[in-house]
């Protein structure tokens, strides 16, 4: 069965560094992964995804990804966060096929201190 | 172009009641999921439709909740009878097809003392 790990619970970062919060994932085959974030009080946002071709994929608000097959990783990344960046994030994994039923992580929440 | 909507936006009920859920995807979508996410973890899928059929119901408790989508567009979720353990808030989702990334409504948070 595939699964997803968000290893911190939160990630707190200045204003106008660089951010990265961190996913592994386990499934067999070749994995479909995306990332969601979810702002108080309303539903989750598309922000990218991987299916296949480029391991940085580029996404929505300046946010990009790493695929990384060896470590079976795709972090995401922020050059340069903003206090607008603050919600919680979640990665998720395909459950095989490009059925697109996903299986999300438990979510890191990100602070971004002014 | 209208999102996801979803209602009520709120809901609290006693054990061994009654509740249903209600989502109206965006317009064209064949594609709807309804996830639950409980306090402190990720959304886990319910149940997903293309168009009025059910294509994978394996995580949704049959013993108590019910879920159908009228005419490939409206869907309503339903729990009887609820328990403490269903609080959580329920998460509508549609996309144009099953190879297409999700777009969420806002959802509903349900509370069962």
């Known amino acids: 069965a595939q699964s997803v790990a968000q290893p911190e619970d939160q990630v707190n970062v200045a204003e106008g560094n660089p951010l990265t919060v961190k996913c592994t994932y386990s499934?067999?085959?070749?994995?479909?992964l995306f990332w969601y974030v979810q702002y108080p009080n309303r539903g989750l946002q598309f922000l990218l995804k991987?299916?296949?071709?480029?391991?940085l994929v580029k996404g929505s608000y300046g946010f990009e990804a790493e695929f990384n097959k060896s470590q079976t990783s795709f972090h995401l990344k922020k050059p340069s966060a903003l206090v607008s960046d603050s919600a919680l994030y979640f990665c998720?994994?395909?459950?095989?096929?490009?059925?697109?039923?996903?299986?999300f992580g438990k979510g890191t929440k990100l602070s971004v201190i002014p | 172009e209208a999102g996801v909507a979803q209602s009520p936006r709120y809901k609290i009920i006693e054990k061994r009641q009654s509740v249903a859920f209600w989502c109206n995807p965006i317009?064209?979508?064949?594609?709807l999921y309804w996830y639950q996410q409980i306090l402190g973890q990720g959304p886990k899928l319910l149940i997903q439709?293309?168009?009025?059929?059910?294509?994978?119901d394996s995580q949704l408790p049959k013993d108590r909740f019910s879920a159908e989508r009228l005419k490939g567009v409206d869907s309503t979720l339903k729990i009887q009878p609820a328990k403490l353990e269903d609080s959580a808030v329920y998460l509508c989702?549609?996309?144009?097809?099953?190879?297409?990334?999700?777009?969420f409504g806002p959802g509903t948070r349900l509370t069962v003392t």
């Open positions: 989702a549609s996309s144009p097809g099953p190879v297409y990334e999700q777009y």
């Open positions: 499934v067999s085959g070749n994995p479909y």
């Open positions: 991987y299916i296949t071709g480029d391991n």
């Open positions: 998720a994994v395909d459950s095989g096929a490009g059925s697109y039923q996903l299986t």
């Open positions: 317009s064209g979508h064949a594609t």
């Open positions: 439709f293309q168009n009025n059929g059910v294509v994978d």
